[in-house]
C-alpha cells in the first residue's frame, strides 16, 4: 500500500518508552477496537509488511511522519496497541502532556491505520 506520509524506518530508531496508548490518542475507537494487538498489527502490517520483534513480548515498528518530521515508535507490548517516544515529545513531562504536534501526528497515523484495517487494499 502506497503511503507518503509515514515512512517505516530501520530497527530501533524510535526506540524510548510509551508516551501514549491506542486509546489516549484516537478516543474514537470502542474498547475492543483500541486495545485489541490482531487488528493494530493487521494495519501495521498492511502498511509497511512485518515489524521487529525486540523480544517475545514486543513487536515494534519505527515510523516517520515525513509531514512533520515526527519519529514515533508504533508497537505492541505487554499493555497493547502503543506509542513511544522520548521526553522531547512533551510540552509538560510533569503533566505528561504531549506536544501538539505529535499529538497530531499519532491521530493522524491511527487513523490512517484504522482506514487500512477497515478498507484493506
Known sequence: MENKNYTKLSEGQALGFKIATRKIVNDSLSEFEAYDNERFLKGLKILFGDGDLYDKARMSYSILDN???????????????????????????????????????????????????????
Open 67 to 121: 509531514k512533520r518530521n515526527i519519529i514515533f515508535e508504533a508497537f505492541v507490548g505487554s499493555s497493547g496497541p502503543s506509542y513511544g517516544g522520548t521526553v522531547k515529545d512533551y510540552s509538560d513531562i510533569t503533566n505528561l502532556t504531549l506536544r501538539q504536534d505529535v499529538l497530531e501526528s499519532l491521530l493522524e497515523f491511527d487513523q490512517l491505520l484504522e482506514n487500512t484495517i477497515i478498507k484493506p487494499r
